[in-house]
């Protein structure tokens, strides 16, 4: 397999000016990843500023309501700015500030990426620049208020759907214009290699922890580890340390939206074909003719129209089952969280919680199930509050 691909996905299908941009950054990546003055940095950061290791949690609460697996949860959601994405953002802006760059940019759609990105930025004193669908800063005026608090620029995109796949698409662009002094902290494991190579690593202390905390707790392997799919940044670092356990069942949950069987869902696995967009060959949700469709989902950080090339591959090579939850049974998901066990999850982690609900009591006493809360779920209160009301009209 060539070293920028996973099978026939990934790969760098840019223009020739990202060339430039990809090159440097894979040099620079390779040097530091195994530099021990970088690693000891970043891993200082991690606990002393993120909050890590995360807590892996044992639900007891919900597993006796269930009735059957034993559910654990990997809390992401306590680390600091509330998910995953910090560990990515630490890192990536840390490879920057190595790599002499003095300001970071970056794509966002919820504003979960951009407010990490943004925190770290003005931890390392960086330059901070962060590019927002129009509909986007409209409908998450909060994120928006943090990332300025926090020193940023916020750009709107007014292109086509005024979401996040036009906020990835400028932000590749702009960094192509202003390579000398700019870095772009992509995500999510998608876009160019090494992007998703980049994405996965730094996220894989999730799967690290979950392995170690559990063997702690347990003296044993998980049976099913659940994490949900965007572009798949949390779901692959879940995995990552699992994938030669032959014996640990991995299960992804994509956004189906309003369901697969309308044109309002976000299900880029079940319902995509194979193709090519932001920089890589993957699974997208696409029309007839091949464009790129518009896609939807209730949790706004699953609404992206593809999925990471990594996640295509081991959806060919069946390591990996992907199952689509619509927005009903993730808001389901999300109350029960609440309600039994007092934990506000964020709506997409919830999408992987459903399927906890479903898989559990079908299994034995003696197993286990580890779910990935990437978030937590304050962000979503008042859009769930309305979705209930619109659900009774
Ligand atoms: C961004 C986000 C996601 C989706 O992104 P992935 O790259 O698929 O992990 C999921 N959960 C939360 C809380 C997020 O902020």
Do not use: W
């Amino acid at each position: 397999m060539s070293k920028k691909k996973f099978g026939i996905y990934g790969g760098q299908y840019i223009p020739e000016m990202l060339i430039g941009v990809v090159n440097e950054l894979e040099t620079a990546y390779d040097h530091f990843k195994n530099n021990k003055k970088f690693n000891d940095e970043l891993k200082h950061l991690l606990s002393e500023y993120a909050g890590r290791p995360s807590r892996l949690y044992y639900a007891k609460n919900v597993t006796e309501k269930l009735d059957g697996a034993k559910v654990y949860l990997k809390r992401e959601d306590l680390n600091h700015t509330g998910s995953h994405k910090i560990n990515n953002a630490l890192g990536q802006v840390l490879l920057a500030k190595k790599m002499g760059k003095t300001r970071v940019i970056a794509e966002t759609g919820a504003g979960q990426h951009g407010v990490a990105t943004a925190t770290v930025a003005a931890l390392l004193n960086m330059k901070c620049e962060i590019f927002m669908g129009q509909k986007d800063i409209e409908r998450q005026s909060l994120n928006v208020f943090k990332m300025q608090l926090l020193g940023a620029k916020i750009s709107s995109v007014e292109t086509d759907t005024k979401t996040l796949k036009d906020a990835v698409s400028q932000t590749m662009g702009e960094c192509s214009s202003r390579i000398d002094d700019t870095f772009y902290v992509l995500g999510s494991s998608v876009g160019p290699y090494p992007y998703p190579h980049i994405v996965r690593d730094f996220q894989s202390i999730i799967s690290k922890e979950i392995k170690e905390q559990l063997f702690e707790k347990e003296s044993k392997l998980p049976s099913v580890v659940i994490a949900c799919v965007g572009g798949g940044s949390n779901a692959i670092g879940a995995f990552y340390n699992f994938i030669n356990d032959k014996e640990v069942k991995l299960i992804g949950c994509e956004a189906a939206g309003k369901g697969v069987d309308t044109l309002e869902t976000a299900a880029a696995v079940t319902k995509g074909k194979v193709g090519i967009f932001h920089g890589m060959k993957s699974y997208f949700c696409q029309t007839d003719n091949g464009q790129i469709a518009s896609v939807y989902s209730i949790s706004a950080g699953l609404d992206y129209p593809g999925i990471g090339p990594e996640h295509a591959y081991l959806h060919d090579t069946k390591r990996v089952e992907y199952i689509p939850v619509t927005d009903k049974e993730a808001v389901e998901a999300f109350e029960f969280l609440s309600k039994i066990e007092g934990i506000i999850p964020a709506i997409e982690s919830a999408h992987a919680m459903y399927y906890a609900m479903q898989l559990a009591p079908k299994m034995s006493k003696d197993e286990i199930i580890v779910v990935c809360i990437s978030g937590r779920g304050d962000k979503d209160a008042a859009m769930i509050t309305e979705y209930k009301k619109e659900l009774s009209l």
